[in-house]
């Protein structure tokens, strides 16, 4: 189901670098910043909007199903028949818009009640903080990684972050497995862009429950990551920077481990250490 690579994910743009010998005009490249509208029906049923988010071109496929897996909108990947760009002729084509057919009829009217479309923050784009957990179980054991590889993660990561090498403009999403390998790796301007588009991957390879993967963010670890990593049942998530407080809340909710400050050898654990060995 993987669309075709429609637009560049990189743009250029004339800057005036200044440093010690004075401003020098050159060329320079930034990462691609467009907005994307989720569309969503059922058989025989016209699709409607969803959301728009702002976000990197690539992987749109993968970031229209993990959005509505992660928000609780479709419950897997059996619900989904079709996932293409725009449903219009050749020559109308919009590739900013991807549309969704689910096998059975959406309820657009209380999606339009409960939820609002989100734009560079999945927390507040909803209707309520009371409606942002998503219900969903407790994730499993999990594996036990050993430190060292836990440690080498963002290295790994950040060797296959092609467009933040060009660019240094974007956040990056990680599953790894517990020997250390990289499974899936997903790059886009927003934080919970890039998770929803690796587990969006995930999904419509067959892989989930991600029951024995740990994501890895090159940010932050915010509420709506860890909510959108235990609906995919991860049970690690760590990150090259802080977790927030309500995102150890949650963390401590779902039984997930979070490790923070994942750089130069070393890191943070703030939950459920058993599954790390040491």
Do not use: W
């Not at 790894?176 to 998770?195: K, P, S």
């Amino acid at each position: 189901m993987e669309g075709p690579t429609l637009r560049t994910n990189i743009a250029s743009a004339r800057v005036l670098a200044v440093n010690g010998r004075g401003p020098v005009e050159r060329a320079d490249r930034v990462a691609a910043e467009e907005p994307m509208e989720i569309r969503v029906g059922g058989p025989l049923q016209e699709p409607g909007p969803v959301a728009v988010t702002m976000r990197t071109p690539g992987g749109d496929f993968e970031l229209a199903v993990g959005f509505l897996f992660t928000e609780g909108l479709v419950s897997g990947r059996d619900e989904i028949v079709r996932v293409a760009y725009c449903e219009l002729p050749d020559e109308e084509q919009h590739f900013n818009v991807v549309t969704v057919r689910l096998s059975g009829e959406f309820d657009h009217e209380s999606v339009r009640r409960n939820f609002y479309s989100t734009s560079s923050c999945g927390i507040c784009g909803k209707a309520s903080l009371d409606d942002v957990a998503v219900r969903c179980l407790p994730v499993g054991p999990g594996p036990i990684v050993e430190k060292d590889v836990l440690a080498s993660f963002p290295a790994t990561l950040g060797a296959a972050q092609r467009v933040f090498e060009e660019t240094g403009g974007l956040h990056a999403a990680g599953l790894f497995e517990a020997d250390g390998r990289l499974a899936f790796v997903r790059e886009d301007v927003g934080r919970h862009n890039a998770v929803d588009k690796v587990i969006g991957e995930a999904l419509l390879a067959g892989k989930l429950p991600l029951s024995e993967q740990i994501l890895l963010v090159s940010g932050r670890v915010s509420f709506e990551i860890v909510q959108k990593a235990a609906v995919a049942g991860v049970p690690i998530v760590a990150a090259v920077s802080a977790p927030s407080s309500l995102a150890l809340e949650a963390a401590e909710r779902f039984g997930m481990t979070v490790a923070g400050f994942v750089r130069d050898d070393r890191f943070n654990i703030y939950s459920h250490p058993e599954r790390v060995a040491f």
